[in-house]
């Protein structure tokens, strides 16, 4: 089995946003959601994450239903709790009720131990001034390596 291979990721998330902090949580599945997830067919575009009750979960994360799994098809957008601990959980609330701050997801990768994670990200939405300079930055490095 490959080293945290990754399943799927959220490109979109380091144009728009300025990742301050990552997590690794782990993510609960029910069924047939694993064997699905291990196939790829799965997306986190526009998906986000909750703190509710002091426990995290991830909305609109689609995972499409596994076609072998028989006649029972789980919800494929159903909100999803995620693992981590509660200094973390805490740590986290306090950031987010600072103002501009949110908490989006990165990957989702499945360990060595074959175990779904998925790395979330404590982020700060970018203005469009920003993201047309960080492009900038981001060619000028490229060229560089390029000539070095």
Do not use: W
Request: proline residues 3%; charged residues 35%; hydrophobic residues 30%.
């Amino acid at each position: 089995m490959d080293v945290n291979k990754i399943v799927v990721n959220n490109r979109k998330a380091y144009h728009d946003y300025e990742i301050l902090e990552e997590y690794e949580a782990g993510l609960v599945l029910k069924g047939a959601e694993v064997k699905s997830l291990r196939e790829s067919k799965a997306s986190i575009q526009d998906s986000f994450c909750k703190i509710q009750n002091g426990e995290i979960f991830i909305y609109n994360m689609h995972i499409a239903p596994y076609e072998h799994s028989g006649s029972f098809k789980y919800p494929s957008k159903r909100p999803r709790k995620l693992l981590l601990h509660k200094k973390e959980i805490n740590r986290l609330l306090g950031r987010t009720t600072q103002r501009g701050l949110t908490i989006i997801p990165l990957k989702v990768y499945f360990n060595k131990k074959g175990l779904a994670k998925i790395s979330i990200g404590l982020a700060k939405k970018r203005k469009t001034q920003d993201k047309k300079e960080y492009l900038k930055r981001k060619d000028l490095d490229r060229q560089l390596r390029q000539e070095i």
